[in-house]
């Protein structure tokens, strides 16, 4: 993770990725072009017609078997075939997936943070990085914790809190039956 400089020298947004993948960067127009390919890709490989795609190469490649006499070169085709899509394949997704768990973190923040959630926060897969930078930020100071650590030290106490206002209602209540 990148840090960014703030007052206090560290950056207090670190339950955000920071990260160089192309999905957050805007500014370049290669990587603009990066993020709308590998999007694309990702939808089109979690298609039925990939799917059919893929088992059609298998079965072609399987029927030509006994042309080819079940030779090395064979063999190598296939293996060479899904190497490669893998291997690029990797990449394209772990790009659209980094992006992905930035947006619903801050949509879970969102909900954490307020006791009814907006919809505002609908599409932000498609916001840049420093935009989701912005509003992690801005989630961050509606708590009044001024780093993360300290945010999650005050949700510790407000649960112990929780449990114990709970535990003070139940035994009221047991007292009440009690007395009536």
Same mark, same amino acid.
């Given at each position: 993770?990148?840090?960014?400089?703030?007052?206090?020298?560290?950056?207090?947004?670190? *339950?955000?990725?920071?990260?160089?993948?192309?999905?957050?960067?805007?500014?370049?127009?290669?990587?603009?072009? $990066?993020?709308? $390919?590998?999007?694309?890709?990702?939808?089109?490989?979690?298609?039925?017609?990939?799917?059919?795609?893929?088992?059609?190469?298998?079965?072609?490649?399987?029927?030509? !078997?006994?042309? $080819?006499?079940?030779?090395? !070169?064979?063999?190598?085709?296939?293996?060479?075939? *899904? *190497?490669?899509?893998? $291997?690029?394949?990797?990449?394209?997704?772990?790009?659209? =997936?980094?992006?992905?768990?930035?947006?619903?973190?801050?949509?879970?923040?969102?909900?954490? &943070?307020?006791?009814?959630?907006?919809?505002?926060?609908?599409?932000?897969?498609?916001?840049?990085?420093?935009?989701?930078?912005?509003?992690?930020?801005?989630?961050?100071?509606?708590?009044?914790?001024?780093?993360?650590?300290?945010?999650?030290?005050?949700?510790?106490?407000?649960?112990? &809190?929780?449990?114990?206002?709970?535990? =003070?209602?139940?035994?009221?209540?047991?007292?009440?039956?009690?007395?009536?």
């Amino acid at each position: 993770m990148r840090t960014e400089p703030s007052g206090s020298g560290t950056d207090p947004l670190v *339950t955000v990725p920071d990260t160089s993948s192309t999905a957050y960067a805007t500014r370049h127009p290669i990587t603009r072009v $990066f993020d709308a $390919f590998a999007s694309a890709v990702t939808r089109f490989a979690g298609s039925p017609v990939a799917f059919g795609l893929a088992v059609i190469c298998i079965v072609v490649w399987i029927i030509t !078997g006994p042309i $080819f006499h079940y030779s090395d !070169g064979w063999q190598l085709v296939i293996n060479t075939g *899904t *190497t490669i899509v893998t $291997f690029l394949m990797v990449f394209l997704i772990q790009q659209s =997936q980094n992006k992905d768990s930035v947006a619903l973190h801050l949509k879970l923040n969102e909900l954490i &943070a307020t006791s009814r959630a907006s919809n505002h926060m609908i599409g932000i897969e498609d916001a840049s990085e420093e935009e989701l930078r912005r509003l992690a930020a801005a989630y961050l100071q509606m708590t009044g914790a001024t780093n993360v650590k300290e945010a999650a030290e005050r949700h510790k106490e407000l649960q112990r &809190a929780e449990k114990e206002a709970k535990a =003070q209602a139940e035994q009221a209540g047991k007292q009440t039956e009690g007395a009536g």
